[in-house]
């Protein structure tokens, strides 16, 4: 039987051999026209992870919101980038072991791994003239058919005897959406780190590059920032060669362009501009949850709808009207999205933290309550026919993402929260005009990403009690 160490260290091993055997092949081909056989094809797969469990008894009782059999059982998965994914797996591997004296296996599938997976020098194989057709012959492609969220979403059905699935995603899953967040976010995927903040605007993006720049000068804890492109500031770097690397950073080819501020262990902060609405919070999301981050938190703006909301307001979300339609099918609008007392909390203090403002003066400018996200950014057109529910939920302010972004969290387990900032009060004649909606983002916007960050460093300190059993489902996957 292996320890969670040697296991890891084993699919460590396997995948480099695939990886391997995979590169060598194509190259072999691109120079030789050379295709593989039919035993080499075989040497191309991801390592499988296999963990078995005898007896649960008395330890799935027990508090944490992971790492846990909820009955015996043969649990498998396939893995990729396990040196990457080491410290997750560790977490995951040793609870289970310890508490359950579970049995784990480590060996080879006989799921294929597809080149361009591995193969990022697709360039190259197009210079040498092959067509992405000639390569699906001969070496493994992507297939649609073999990625999906049926475990995520609770739709994979196991009969008696059936090996269960140890996580939420496997490899080929996970490869595909490592593949989409360089697409998206303009950088290395191995960059992003475990605390994520999403926002809507670039105005975000100028803010959270001069505090990362601030905190690279003065915490060591920190060790560079990644910016969309590959352009990378480290502690050394010269404020001069800093301003030049942001100014020339490409940040506008990329959809959602991603901003790193990178620590050991992926304790940093990730900031990403997801851009307007909620397909593209769905978009981004979906693919985030496969690096299992501790938590993501959207900061963006919103139209506040009360009369005593003033524009710069604040508003705390503890529950979503969702009117976005992006997530119905898989998310049905009745399953209610519960608020993270852990985020909430935290959220609020950091609130409180910034502003220095005391309970009661901060209650004038931070609302508590429930957020409409709307698929349509004119929804004011169309107040007639919105005024009834949004009566009916109490709102008290709308957006586009924040909605989407909880309901995927619930959805992916990953923790969630959403602190907005009132930019304009449409119902009572404060609509966002460019004069005042450009004093309002000069104002406003560096305080509300400094409560944002704040935030996240204290549910740093908190993670034992971040991961709520809230997220788990009863016949849920041990791992995270």
């Not at 900032?421 to 004069?435: A, F, T, Y």
Request: net charge negative; proline share 6%.
């Amino acid at each position: 039987m292996l320890t969670p160490e040697a296991a890891v260290d084993r699919l460590e091993e396997l995948y480099a051999q695939a990886a391997r055997a995979l590169t060598e092949a194509v190259d072999r081909y691109l120079r030789d026209r050379v295709p593989p056989t039919a035993g080499e094809r075989a040497a191309f797969c991801y390592p499988l992870l296999r963990v078995t469990c005898h007896h649960v008894g008395s330890a799935t009782r027990n508090r944490r919101a992971f790492a846990k059999f909820q009955h015996p059982g043969v649990y498998e998965t396939t893995v990729t980038h396990p040196r990457h994914f080491r410290p997750y797996l560790l977490e995951q591997l040793r609870p289970l072991v310890e508490e359950y004296d579970a049995e784990i296996e480590v060996e080879t599938s006989t799921l294929e791994i597809p080149y361009p997976y591995v193969i990022e020098r697709i360039d190259e194989i197009s210079r040498a003239g092959v067509s992405a057709a000639e390569m699906g012959i001969h070496f493994p492609k992507p297939e649609l058919s073999l990625v999906g969220d049926e475990v995520a979403d609770g739709q994979w059905q196991a009969g008696p005897g059936v090996v269960l699935p140890l996580a939420l995603f496997d490899a080929i899953r996970v490869d595909y959406s490592l593949r989409r967040l360089v697409h998206y976010t303009g950088g290395d995927w191995r960059q992003a780190q475990k605390w994520i903040l999403l926002t809507n605007y670039h105005r975000y993006v100028d803010e959270f590059v001069r505090w990362a720049r601030a905190r690279l000068a003065e915490d060591d804890t920190y060790l560079h920032l990644e910016l969309p492109g590959g352009g990378r500031i480290d502690r050394d770097t010269s404020e001069e060669a800093a301003e030049r690397i942001v100014a020339s950073s490409p940040w506008h080819r990329f959809q959602m362009p991603a901003y790193h501020l990178v620590a050991a262990e992926g304790e940093g902060v990730t900031l990403i501009n997801i851009g307007v609405g909620p397909s593209n919070a769905k978009n981004i999301t979906d693919h985030l949850a496969v690096l299992r981050p501790d938590c993501w938190l959207m900061v963006g703006h919103c139209a506040g709808l009360r009369q005593s909301q003033q524009i710069g307001d604040y508003v705390l979300a503890h529950a979503y009207l969702r009117q976005d339609g992006i997530l119905d099918e898989l998310v049905p609008p009745e399953v209610p999205i519960p608020a993270l007392a852990e985020v909430q909390v935290a959220l609020q203090e950091a609130a409180a933290a910034v502003t220095g403002e005391a309970a009661d003066s901060l209650k004038e400018r931070l609302r508590t309550g429930t957020v409409v996200t709307n698929a349509d950014r004119n929804w004011e057109l169309r107040y007639t026919q919105e005024s009834r529910r949004i009566n009916l939920s109490r709102a008290v302010a709308l957006d586009m993402e924040s909605g989407t972004i909880a309901a995927n969290g619930y959805r992916l387990r990953v923790p969630y929260g959403t602190l907005l900032c009132v930019s304009d009060n449409p119902l009572h004649g404060e609509i966002k005009l460019p004069g005042a909606a450009n004093a309002f983002y000069e104002r406003a916007v560096a305080q509300h990403l400094l409560i944002g960050l704040a935030a996240l460093d204290l549910l740093r300190g908190r993670q034992d009690a971040l991961h709520s059993r809230k997220l788990r489902s009863f016949d849920e996957p041990p791992f995270r």
